[in-house]
């Protein structure tokens, strides 16, 4: 980034350099594209993350495959997400019987239900890391 005499700025081409690809301080990796971020307790086999972009389900009350990310030969070890909506809340959360969200990945897909309506068709950002099988 350049700083110019008298004014802060961002140039522009470096915000298109970073685009699709952030890299904390810490040298995390948060992708779209498949990342090797390091290796599982055996010290050999490589974790993954993937960052997905997507959409909540279209109504409440149903449970909707909100993308095609699957854990067919793989082993989750973790995913954490948030929606973007009239409020934002976390892709799974119990507030009471009329206030939830409950998101699963299943073989065919990442699966949620919700009773918020300030969910449906929401921005919805999920950050899954996982191992895959031999």
């Keep these: 980034m350049a700083l ?12 298109d350099a970073i685009t699709g690809h952030i890299t904390t301080a810490g040298g995390s990796s948060y992708s779209e594209e498949e990342t090797v971020i390091g290796t599982w307790v055996d010290g050999i086999t490589p974790i993954y993350r993937k ?3 997507c959409k909540g389900p279209t109504a409440t009350e ?4 909100i993308d095609s990310f699957n854990n067919v030969g793989k082993h989750i070890i973790n995913f954490h997400g948030y ?8 892709i799974n959360f119990y ?3 009329t206030n939830y969200a409950y998101t699963t ?9 919700t009773l918020t309506g300030a969910i449906v068709n929401a921005d919805i950002i999920i950050v899954v ?3 895959k099988e031999d």
Excluded: L
Aim: hydrophobic share 45%.
């Design 51 to 53: 960052v997905i972009q």
């Design 4 to 15: 110019r005499a008298g004014r802060v700025g961002v140039n522009p081409a470096d915000v």
């Design 95 to 97: 507030g009471s019987a």
């Design 105 to 113: 990945i299943r073989e065919n897909g990442i699966s949620m239900i």
């Design 62 to 65: 149903t449970a909707s495959i």
């Design 129 to 131: 890391e996982y191992i």
């Design 83 to 90: 929606t973007q909506g009239a409020i934002t809340f976390p």
